[in-house]
């Protein structure tokens, strides 16, 4: 029995002490937003965030992480709400600003790795508000334990929605 | 129930039919009927197709629109990114019907029991009538021959806006003409549903003309972003059926072996696993994921092959092309724009390139392995859900496979990871294994490919070489241009779980097939330099390396990827351009403008330059230095027709010879598609294909043994990240005038590497003939 406590909720979960947090998430918790990329930590399609820092959930036992906070895609605008102290009503009306940024620019193609690039991207702006595009860079080549992979190539869409979330953040809204 | 009024009209050929007065609601929906001498072929070979689709009451046509003035629309394609069934689609039905983007509330896409029409993921646009604009165009007809019944005023006088017809003083909304009533469009079609191109709408219905344009043009959003960013949407990889298990597969040791003996299960660790044997197929089955994965690597290492050694390795590709292919199987193809006799031009030519150039296998490397689910019913039906780019392919493909009809398996389709070409023919790889281990089982059963399933087991992008001849005249003018194009077949349809598993599949490509899996090579990229007065383009084909001597016969097993057979083409057509430039002591641009005479050629390579900032003058760069620890910089360009929209592209590069390391440094595209019909989407789309490009022109090679690919994951396999891009400028010429939609979102991926290659000269002095440039092969370029 492992306890989890993902996007503010306690789970209780029968599962085996080895079994990587991306199965448990997907296939006991029907948490859909990570994805399964490689198996290898080598992509990020599956990245979530514990206690506010990018993991890769198809490496992590999931008993790894028990008891900690973790944040899924489905978890980001409650994360943002809470951070900003939005009422109950405005929170399930909001997305996280990441999430608005992607669907303003248009980030996503077939959007598959876009999971772990809004990951990456909220842990980001949470610790550097206004990333230099150096930075951004960094962020999702060198910061992990790989950098975050997107076949179709929307880089420079990512770095733009990056770059227009930290406005929104700034404004607060 | 409805009282009949059956008043069949003729609406510009198709046929308009009626039920009156039902007592709630109303519809009108566009079907089909087939014409010409495919309608036997049809009738016969597809019965299944005709009793599926001519039936009314099943929801299989083109177009609705409904009493409350809002509309319907389906398509045989799925979305694999390029974002058009959710954007252009709507726009060009909007645009046809002259109504708002937003009364098109629904798009169903890719379901072989829900959409009419089959066909890939690929060529949305249709070179610029996809099937979509002539079903919104013969629906505008019905529709206005409805109004000017029900207003008594002559067709020709009415006129639409936001979906109300007006004329004579009068109105009436294209909801309350359908309303009360069950109204049919029937339209003719020709193609084969199951076929790589699915059905073709016929006929030439009446257009709106490009200047009373009001939605097309506009960047309208992707309605299916805001559902996947907000973890909102069904993809592939989130479908669980009742009962379902998860399952592994252990695929041969080599691309040739047999089965020897299939491992056990251990069952004191995986006590719920099984292992399912179908010919050479081994598959491991769980209740669970983990012990799925678990389970089955512990059954791979205790399954036992036979060994295989019959491809050339890596090292040995191009000497095994040139030297031991038979190439004379397949009739040599000669290029419709081949003109003259370059052959004693060339041989008293003053300047005079003579070429080899070589492209490598790449992989298509999805960023999530191909998956399915399939649930095999006790009576026969087949439900398959996955994520392909040609559900009704699949469908006739699994039939085939199981000896059924395609009556019998419906594809359900969903949004998963870009496939870039990969499963356009049908199939992505996990499909047929899911159903036979469903069918095993019998219950649904859930594959999943693991990273180096998808590496190892996958197509690739067929390698190719290519021998160019170019004579220069003394006013330094192209004289001769002669090309010989060498290709293993480029397009293997079969599922890989039925070859292995030794079940019915269509042939291995061979010489004479009816579809794109023919060996014979076709001239895929157009001449563009129409004043060369003496050209000769040559393709010539054969079997895919391996596929013989396989036991297996798998082999290398290729398949189209963005922009197929005409980037193995255009690469060395553009560079040895780039050269032919040189050699007349040109500008690269000029050149190519000098010897251009189609306007819109001629057009993306001023715009390219003008946006480059290019610097006119000859290559290589007065400086050019092949050596030394610092980075010199270069700029090359490239040009292409594809799918009537004009590309030129220029790359300005900075190489460090001592490393041979190459950076991109910017990457400017120009852009004519004809009508430009979603800018953003248009933009996105030609964006991701520049960094793709990067990837294949400077780092992607399928790397291999006599037994194998050895490549099994990322690192392995590099494909561009975020460093890796440069800055990315789009300029996209928007051409009313030409009438119709080119595609966008491939050829911006091809033209790169050619760019790339002549800004490498243009640094350097030094010229590679290879791809990739990985930096040990351009550092071997720069010291020879």
């Known amino acids: 029995m492992v306890t989890l406590n993902v996007n503010g909720v306690r789970h209780e979960v029968q599962a085996p002490d080895d079994v990587p947090l991306l199965y448990v998430l997907r296939n006991d918790l029907q948490l859909i937003g990570p994805q399964f990329g490689c198996g290898l930590a080598q992509c990020g399609a599956c990245s979530v965030l514990v206690e506010g ?30 951070q900003k102290g939005l009422s109950a009503d405005q929170a399930r009306n909001t997305l996280h600003p990441v999430q608005q940024a992607w669907i303003e620019e248009q980030t996503p193609q077939c959007g598959f790795c876009q999971n772990g690039m809004m990951i990456k991207a909220t842990e980001l702006l949470e610790s550097n508000p206004q990333p230099t595009l150096a930075q951004i860079k960094e962020a999702f080549t060198t910061s992990g334990v790989s950098p975050n992979l997107c ?21 607060g809204r | 129930m409805a009282t009949m009024s059956e008043k069949p009209a003729n609406v510009f050929g198709p046929t308009l039919s009626r039920r009156q007065f039902i007592k709630a609601g109303g519809v009108l929906v566009v079907g089909f009927s087939f014409v010409g001498p495919e309608l036997l072929k049809a009738d016969t070979a597809k019965s299944g197709t005709l009793k599926n689709t001519l039936d009314p009451t099943l929801p299989s046509s083109w177009i609705e629109i409904h009493p409350d003035n809002t509309v319907l629309i389906r398509t045989g394609k799925s979305d694999f990114g390029q974002g058009s069934t959710f954007t252009a689609y709507r726009q060009i039905v909007a645009e046809e019907l002259s109504v708002p983007f937003e009364a098109i509330t629904t798009v169903v896409a890719g379901d072989t029991d829900r959409t009419p029409d089959g066909s890939g993921a690929f060529d949305f646009l249709g070179h610029g009538t996809p099937n979509i604009r002539k079903a919104a165009a013969y629906t505008h007809q019905a529709l206005l ?8 005023v002559s067709k020709d ?22 309303k009360n009533q069950q109204l049919k469009l029937t339209i003719p079609v020709k193609g084969d549903l199951t076929s790589i191109f699915g059905l073709t709408i016929e006929g030439n219905p009446p257009m709106k003309p490009v200047g009373e344009y009001t939605v ?11 559902s996947k960013v907000a973890a909102k949407e069904t993809w592939a990889t989130d479908v669980r059926l009742p009962g379902m298990l998860h399952a592994r597969v252990v695929h041969p040791k080599t691309l040739g072996s047999t089965l020897v003996s299939a491992g056990s299960v251990d069952k004191s660790k995986f006590p719920n696993s099984q292992v399912v044997v179908k010919g050479n197929l081994v598959g491991v089955v769980a209740p669970t994921e983990w012990e799925a994965i678990q389970a089955a690597d512990q059954v791979a290492t205790a399954t036992k092959w036979t060994e295989w050694k019959g491809l050339p390795g890596n090292a040995k590709l191009y000497q095994h092309l040139r030297e031991e292919v038979d190439w004379t199987s397949a009739p040599v193809e000669k290029s419709k724009l081949s003109k003259g006799d370059p052959g004693p031009v060339l041989a008293s030519a003053g300047k005079k390139l003579s070429a080899t150039y070589q492209l490598s296998y790449m992989k298509h490397a999805p960023i999530g392995p191909t998956m399915a689910v399939a649930d095999v019913k006790p009576d026969g039906m087949v439900h398959i859900h996955t994520h392909n780019q040609n559900p009704q392919a699949l469908r006739g493909e699994i039939a085939m496979m199981l000896g059924t009809s395609i009556d019998h398996v419906v594809v359900h389709s969903y949004p998963g990871p870009g496939h870039y070409g990969r499963s356009n023919g049908g199939n992505a790889g996990a499909e047929d294994e899911a159903v036979l281990l469903s069918q095993a089982v019998g219950k649904p059963v859930r594959v999943q490919w693991m990273r180096a399933d998808d590496m190892q087991w996958s197509t690739q992008a067929a390698a190719a070489f290519s021998d160019v001849q170019i004579a220069v005249d003394d006013k330094s003018k192209m004289a001769a241009y002669q090309i010989d194009h060498y290709m293993p077949a480029m397009q293997d349809d079969r599922p890989i779980g039925a070859i292995i598993a030794g079940l019915p599949t269509m042939p291995a490509p061979q010489v004479k097939s009816d579809s794109v899996t023919s060996t014979v090579n076709g001239i895929e990229d157009p001449w563009v330099y129409a004043p060369v007065p003496n050209v000769m383009e040559r393709g010539h084909g054969t079997f895919q390396v391996g596929q013989k001597a396989s036991p297996l016969a798998v082999g290398l097993r290729d398949h189209s990827m963005r922009t197929p057979g005409q980037f193995q083409q255009n690469y060395p057509r553009e560079l040895a351009m780039s050269e032919a430039a040189s050699l007349a002591g040109a500008d690269a641009i000029q050149f190519r403008i000098d010897h251009a005479s189609e306007e819109r050629a001629i057009g993306v390579l001023k715009a390219v330059r003008d946006a480059s900032a290019w610097d006119t003058r000859p290559s290589p760069r007065p400086d050019a230095i092949s050596t030394g620890t610092r980075p010199v910089r270069g700029r090359g360009v490239s040009l292409m027709l594809r799918s009537g929209t004009y590309w ?25 598609p004809g009508i430009v019909v979603n800018p953003v989407q248009l933009k996105r789309n030609v964006a991701g294909g520049a960094v793709m490009g990067i990837g294949h022109a400077l780092f992607e090679e399928v790397m291999f043994d006599e037994s194998g690919i050895k490549q099994d994951d990322w690192i392995s396999y590099p494909i561009p990240t975020m460093k890796d891009i440069p800055e990315i400028e789009v300029v996209l010429l928007h051409n009313p005038k030409v009438g119709a939609y080119g595609g966008g979102s491939e050829a911006a991926n091809a033209l790169a590497a050619p760019a790339i290659a002549a800004a490498l000269h243009d640094a ?12 040990a092969y351009v550092q071997a370029v720069l010291k020879a």
Not at chain 1, 68 to 79: H, K, N, S, V
Request: positive net charge; aromatic residues 4%; hydrophobic residues 40%.
């Open chain 1, 53 to 82: 820092k990018e993991v890769r959930s198809c490496i992590t036992p999931a008993a790894s992480v028990a008891g900690q906070e973790i944040t899924t895609l489905e978890g980001l605008p409650a994360r943002w709400a809470k």
């Open chain 1, 151 to 171: 076949r179709c190539g929307t880089y420079a869409a990512i770095i733009e929605a990056v770059q227009h979330a930290a406005t929104i953040m700034a404004k």
């Open chain 2, 145 to 152: 021959d409805l109004a000017s019944e029900r207003l008594g």
């Open chain 2, 157 to 178: 006088k009415l006129s639409v806006k936001d979906g109300i017809v007006s004329g004579g003083g009068k109105t009436v909304s294209y909801g309350d003409l359908v």
């Open chain 2, 216 to 226: 097309i043009g506009k960047s309208f959003k992707n309605s299916i972003i805001s």
């Open chain 2, 648 to 672: 030129a592209c220029v790359c300005q590069i900075a190489v460090t010879p001592d490393t041979g390391m190459i950076a991109v440094e910017k990457y400017t595209v120009a852009v004519d």
């Open chain 2, 764 to 775: 350097t002095g030094k010229i590679m003939r290879r791809l990739p440039m990985k930096p």
